[in-house]
């Protein structure tokens, strides 16, 4: 079965930074799109980011961009995010997720099978 674990949340003060990691196991990952998402307390469950199998393109939401870089080692079955300047409104639980996404929207929650537990991101002011 797949799964999926992330780590390196925490808490930071604003303006800092935090990796957060998503360590895959189960299969081989190469042609699997990546993904993160968040959830923020009372809200919905959004789009971060996600890269392709090869790494080749990324994606970004707008909220995030400039802020964030997404990456991924396929040797090690795991990806990253990078999030610099965090803001407050940064803080929520980080998902990853993982599929085989080839026609389809990548940034679409639906589209990913396979999920982690989560990594909590807390951003003080």
């Known amino acids: 079965q797949v799964q999926l674990v992330e780590s390196g949340g925490g808490l930071v003060q604003a303006g800092g930074s935090l990796r957060l990691s998503c360590a895959a196991s189960g299969r081989t990952f190469n042609r699997y799109t990546m993904g993160w998402f968040r959830q923020a307390p009372g809200k919905e469950r959004e789009f971060v980011a996600t890269?392709?199998?090869?790494?080749?393109?990324?994606i970004y939401s707008d909220s995030v961009k400039g802020r964030l870089t997404i990456s991924r080692d396929n040797a090690k079955n795991t990806v990253y995010l990078q999030i610099d300047s965090l803001k407050p409104e940064d803080t929520a639980v980080y998902y990853c997720?993982?599929?085989?996404?080839?026609?389809?929207?990548?940034?679409?929650?639906?589209?990913?099978?396979?999920w982690g537990q989560g990594t909590q991101v807390t951003v003080s002011s």
């Open positions: 890269i392709s199998w090869s790494g080749r393109w990324t």
């Open positions: 997720a993982t599929d085989r996404i080839e026609y389809s929207d990548p940034t679409s929650i639906q589209e990913y099978t396979y």
